[in-house]
């Protein structure tokens, strides 16, 4: 298995309050995902990193930013939590070219 | 609106049954990928199609992209319950994009 950990795996919050997801990898790969999982929508894209500092919204963007700091690590954050951003949060990893994603095991959010 | 529109999204068979799941789209994609999602798992990537018309075989699971690369399918033949799971289709636009996915369950 691709080297990929979420951190935490289950959380639950109060509306209002800031909330970070992490995800660490050991693979040293150049791309890394963020994306939310609810019934109905599949996975959609959250945002997206190319590189140490380089990142790019993705299709559900707003209400989230990220930041990396480093190759392994890949932070989420949503300021003030809404109950609408109650998902599964899955991380991902993909190297060059067509190599495809190496997936966590996904951070369960409850916002309340 | 769904960049990729999977169909059926839910489908429950017999063991033994044969089944196909499809993957269509408006958009050309340089390649297709399929992946299935266990329960309190990632999605696991099953097959990268990249050739218009490419047929592979993984076991019983049969994958074609569409000769335009617009569109894909899988079919399962002689389903088993260890079959059963989400199957997701993925492509690159700017960055990858799921389909909603097909829940496929298998009974005994």
């Known amino acids: 298995d691709a080297g990929i950990t979420q951190s935490p795996r289950h959380k639950v919050t109060e509306t209002g309050t800031p909330v970070t997801l992490r995800c660490h990898q050991t693979e040293n790969h150049r791309y890394m995902y963020w994306y939310r999982q609810d019934p109905g929508h599949g996975l959609r894209l959250i945002h997206y990193?190319?590189?140490?500092?380089?990142?790019d919204k993705g299709e559900v963007s707003d209400g989230y930013s990220v930041s990396r700091s480093k190759t392994e690590d890949f932070l989420l954050t949503l300021e003030s939590a809404t109950s609408s951003q109650t998902s599964v949060y899955f991380c991902?990893?993909?190297?060059?070219?067509?190599?495809?994603?190496?997936f966590g095991n996904g951070t369960r959010l409850t916002v309340t | 609106t769904q960049l990729l529109e999977q169909s059926p999204q839910f489908l429950s068979i017999q063991e033994g049954e044969n089944l196909t799941v499809y993957c269509n789209s408006s958009?050309?994609?340089?390649?297709l990928q399929w992946y299935r999602q266990e329960p309190g798992e990632g999605p696991v990537l099953l097959v990268t199609v990249v050739t218009g018309g490419e047929v592979k075989k993984l076991k019983r699971l049969t994958f074609q992209f569409g000769d335009a690369r617009k569109d894909s399918s899988l079919h399962i033949t002689a389903a088993q319950p260890g079959d059963t799971g989400l199957y997701l289709c993925?492509?690159?636009?700017?960055?990858?994009?799921f389909g909603a996915g097909t829940r496929l369950t298998v009974k005994p």
């Open positions: 991902a990893i993909r190297g060059q070219g067509t190599s495809p994603l190496h």
């Open positions: 993925a492509g690159v636009v700017n960055d990858m994009r």
């Open positions: 990193s190319y590189g140490v500092k380089d990142t």
């Open positions: 958009s050309v994609f340089s390649s």
